[in-house]
């Protein structure tokens, strides 16, 4: 009779063991999150050039820890030129976050010399490398957002690798010399510019210290 | 000389004006102070996620394939299959994965890798309708063909399996309209058949195919 008084209790305790046991399997989840704002780079890109494109943020919103890797993949379809991923070097990948976690991610943009001009749109996708199995299947998740970019065809030709501002400041200083040349060959020539502030009360075959009453 | 000297500072003289007045174009002159208040505060960085919750993580209701290879533990040949979650009228559909989308409005997509046997060989390829012409499944009545297995996803609104594709394309079981359209927090809940080779002559028991939901910004 002892014993059988000792079977219902054990017989809970078990069940709570195994509700316990089961619960973390039951409750593991995986998710990966990318910022809603797309990635866009300040400016116009030149052909040729490289540029340093804003960091991308991601984050961990499962339950267990896991690796974050950034790919570019269009999926959608629109307007813009798809972006070969070789243009964009993506040195953090691979980042460890912990559960709800996040982390910039740095990016940067090469433009090779026969790009096209035009719009250039991507998706970035962060996928995370944990997953939860369910029944010989491995359940991901991934998130994208969008990288967005304008390449315009040179005004510079062969010049194209020097800063807007040298080149006006450039323009303005053999303008100011064009002029002052000018003035030194007009003033050999013998070429006079005289300014005179005529007065009223007073005639031009005057001396100047004359005055009429 | 210093006529053309004085000209110069002259002209000097006037590129400085010119440069300083537009400069402070926007000040009144005889300001003291700016009557304006600037106001500095952080925003935080909002995220389009997805997480994926599973209540149940086995592959049950096998059935298909014909004796000697019929199993209704495992995947049978010819076209065995088994379900997570079910879908099977008169029963209720159970959809026991869970996916939540959360951040600016946007869509879920999905896709599905190959099955990959533990051994590392032959793997099954991916079949199914609209996927494209090399990956048409071969087998009969539309099935899968040898290597070939195919993976359909289901809702508990009951739209009805839908084939996965290599790819990401919109998760139309997401969204009870039949759409993918994800609103700032929304979620569903799913469950998928996988559907067996014609035959294989791998003798791994052990496959593993991943299928990946993806969160996607707004177009």
């Given at each position: 009779m002892p014993q059988r008084r000792w079977q219902v209790p054990s017989a809970v305790l078990l069940a709570l063991a195994g509700v316990w046991l089961a619960a973390p399997a039951a409750q593991a989840s995986v998710g990966v999150g990318i910022q809603a704002a797309p990635v866009r780079l300040a400016g116009v890109a030149h052909a040729g050039q490289s540029y340093q494109l804003p960091a991308v943020s991601v984050i961990n919103t499962g339950s267990q820890p896991e690796s974050i890797t950034v790919r570019v993949q269009r999926i959608l379809t629109g307007p813009g030129r798809a972006v070969p991923p070789a243009w964009v070097q993506i040195p953090g990948q691979g980042v460890r976050l912990a559960p709800h976690a996040e982390a910039s991610i740095p990016l940067s943009l090469s433009v090779?010399?026969?790009?096209?001009?035009?719009?250039?749109?991507?998706?970035?996708?962060?996928?995370?490398?944990?997953?939860?199995?369910?029944?010989?299947?491995?359940?991901?998740?991934?998130?994208?957002?969008?990288?967005?970019?304008?390449?315009?065809?040179?005004?510079?030709?062969?010049?194209?690798?020097?800063?807007?501002?040298?080149?006006?400041?450039?323009l303005w200083l053999f303008l100011l010399a064009l002029l002052a040349a000018a003035v030194t060959v007009a003033w050999k020539s013998?070429?006079?510019?005289?300014?005179?502030?005529?007065?009223?009360?007073?005639?031009?075959?005057?001396p100047r210290w004359s005055r009429h009453a | 000389m210093r006529s053309l000297t004085w000209f110069a500072i002259a002209i000097l003289a006037v590129f400085a004006v010119v440069k300083l007045g537009g400069g402070s174009g926007g000040q009144p002159a005889g300001a003291g102070h700016d009557p304006t208040l600037t106001i500095h505060f952080n925003a935080i960085n909002t995220y389009n996620t997805v997480t994926i919750s599973p209540s149940d993580v086995q592959c049950g209701h096998y059935h298909g394939g014909k004796f000697p290879n019929a199993s209704t533990n495992t995947l049978g040949q010819p076209n065995g299959m088994c379900s997570v979650g079910r879908d099977v009228p008169p029963h209720v559909v159970v959809a026991p994965i869970k996916i939540t989308y959360s951040g600016l409005s946007g869509s879920v997509f999905i896709q599905s890798g190959n099955a990959v046997p533990?051994?590392?060989?032959?793997?099954?390829?991916?079949?199914?309708?609209?996927?494209?012409?090399?990956?048409?499944?071969?087998?009969?009545?539309g099935k899968p063909g040898p290597y070939q297995f195919s993976v359909k996803n289901f809702n508990i609104v009951g739209l009805g399996p839908t084939s996965l594709r290599p790819w990401p394309t919109c998760d139309v079981n997401f969204d009870v309209d039949g759409r993918c359209h994800a609103h700032r927090t929304q979620s569903q809940q799913e469950g998928f058949n996988i559907i067996g080779p014609y035959w294989q002559k791998n003798p791994s028991t052990t496959w593993s195919v991943t299928i990946t939901w993806i969160a996607m910004p707004a177009k």
């Open positions: 090779p010399g026969g790009a096209k001009p035009g719009g250039y749109v991507t998706e970035l996708v962060a996928y995370g490398s944990a997953s939860v199995q369910a029944g010989g299947a491995s359940l991901g998740a991934a998130a994208a957002t969008k990288l967005e970019f304008r390449v315009v065809a040179d005004p510079g030709g062969l010049f194209w690798f020097i800063p807007g501002w040298v080149s006006w400041a450039a013998g070429l006079r510019l005289r300014v005179t502030h005529d007065t009223p009360d007073r005639r031009a075959t005057d | 533990k051994d590392n060989g032959t793997q099954w390829h991916l079949c199914g309708p609209n996927i494209g012409p090399e990956s048409v499944c071969h087998g009969p009545q």
